[in-house]
């Protein structure tokens, strides 16, 4: 199922006159405070974000799980949905695998698959959480941590699969969460089971590339409810500088104890160049991996704004804007996959749009002279712009659609795969 250019061109054409009304008063605005719309829409552009293989179909909960119909299943068909995610929005250019759930079969026909829908290989990820079939030992006590060095070692073993996989279709980083942890106090030796993690990423870390990084993601909780070997960014910072100047940490906004001021870690990982990359979702209680920015989306707007502040302040290159990993990690339980994304890279790119708009140099006077009312003027008045205009301008450019999700739904694009595909097929993942 491929969208044709000329079904976005006669798509658009209906809507561009009101489109380029809307752009020319935003442009016109930020024109007299000194702003470059056409400049920001570049920036706009280049600003890809991975879309997780194990993101496409129905998401569930350990209640149950409805399905959409027409899921993709396997890789091939996962490929073709992020393809159709990048035709109609053009900003989802990257895939991030999951493995075992999405081994390539034929790594060359699948990277050649991908390049012919524009899409990249982002980073890969272990899964050490799950026991697999034909599987020696068992992760129910640990991975990474376990106690028992021949656990350690298979866990080990695959981590560096995981790398072979991605050096194969082009990937340059590895991401490892691990649910490692316990249910009950006493169960762990907190301070032994740090220093096993630690050995045992060390031991991955030889196995990386040169050129590739690795991520280290934390949580607080969850699936383990007492404690969680690496339960906070602390101790990604701690295990990451342990394993050298290739590793850093990954930060999934879901993973955090509720209230935590997640803009302020971001700064400081960047202050300390050890950023690497994200996992956006967003929630209300726990890691509910909801849409992007539907719950708080002036959060989202505060991180974005320390990532333009950090990424300008530092002339280090490690810290621009296509050095860091950017992903969606969320589930999609009543919504339909496709269209919950498409949301979701709306909300990313929406923060990064207004983030961009914040007088830098005012703010940084307002900071100094301790002026509390102008900085949240500052802040408020971009967050508070309405840059859907930027948004539209960047797709039209590109030659995807003004408006994603109403094509969407106008091509009637989820019952052509349920014709495709079947009503009962079903995604890998959680
Ligand atoms: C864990 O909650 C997590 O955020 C990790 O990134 C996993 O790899 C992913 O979700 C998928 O289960
Ligand atoms: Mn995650």
């Known amino acids: 199922m491929n969208i044709q250019p000329a079904q976005i061109a006669d798509f658009n054409a209906r809507l561009e006159a009101d489109h ?38 129905a998401g569930g909960t350990r209640f149950g799980r409805f399905s959409i119909g ?9 490929i073709q949905d992020i393809g159709i995610l990048h035709t109609l929005t053009h900003s989802a250019g990257a895939i991030s695998l999951h493995i075992p759930w999405d081994i390539p079969k034929d790594a060359k026909a699948i990277q050649e698959l991908a390049a012919s829908h524009d899409i990249v290989f982002d980073a890969v990820n272990s899964n050490t959480f799950q026991d697999q079939q034909n599987q020696p030992f068992s992760y129910k006590f640990g991975s990474l941590c376990h106690t028992d060095k021949a656990v350690r070692e298979q866990a080990i073993q695959h981590n560096i699969e995981v790398i ?14 691990l649910s490692d942890g316990a249910s009950f106090p006493g169960q762990l030796n907190f301070r032994k089971a740090l220093q096993r993690t630690l050995d045992s990423l060390q031991n991955i870390y030889q196995y990386l590339p040169n050129d590739w990084k690795l991520f ?15 339960q906070d960014w602390g101790t990604s ?22 209230n935590t001021n997640i803009e302020q870690i971001v700064s400081t990982l960047i202050w300390r160049n050890k ?66 994304l498409m949301q979701s890279l709306e909300a990313i790119r929406l923060a990064y749009a207004q983030a961009l708009l914040v007088d830098r140099n005012t703010l940084a006077e307002a900071q100094e002279t301790n002026d509390v009312a102008r900085v949240q003027e500052i802040l408020q008045d971009a967050y508070r712009t ?36 079947g009503f009962k097929t079903v995604a890998t993942g959680l």
């Open 20 to 57: 380029r009304e809307c752009y020319a008063f935003l442009k016109l605005q930020l024109d007299k405070k000194g702003i470059n719309a056409d400049e920001l829409v570049e920036k706009i552009q280049d600003f890809q974000v991975a879309i997780p293989s194990w993101a496409l179909g």
């Open 70 to 78: 027409g899921e993709p299943g396997n890789l091939e068909q996962k």
């Open 164 to 177: 072979e996989h991605g050096k194969a279709l082009g990937s340059k980083s590895i991401t490892i969460w």
């Open 216 to 230: 280290i993601e934390y949580k607080p909780y969850e699936p383990n409810f007492y404690s969680t070997v690496i």
């Open 237 to 258: 910072h701690l295990l990451a500088t342990e394993c050298g100047e290739k590793a850093y940490c990954l930060v999934d906004l879901g993973h955090h104890l509720p």
């Open 275 to 340: 950023l690497g990359g994200f996992h956006f979702n967003d929630s209300k209680y726990g890691d509910d991996d909801l849409t992007v920015g539907s719950i708080r989306p002036y959060q989202l707007f505060l991180i974005f704004n320390e990532l333009v502040e950090g990424m300008s302040e530092t002339s280090n290159v490690k810290s621009q804007v296509n050095n860091f990993a950017w992903m969606i990690d969320a589930s999609h339980n009543v919504k339909d996959p496709l269209e919950d």
């Open 386 to 421: 309405d840059v859907r205009p930027l948004l539209r301008e960047a797709r039209w450019r590109n030659g995807a659609a003004l408006e994603p999700i109403e094509l969407f739904r106008k091509l009637e694009i989820r019952n052509l795969l349920i014709q495709e595909r």
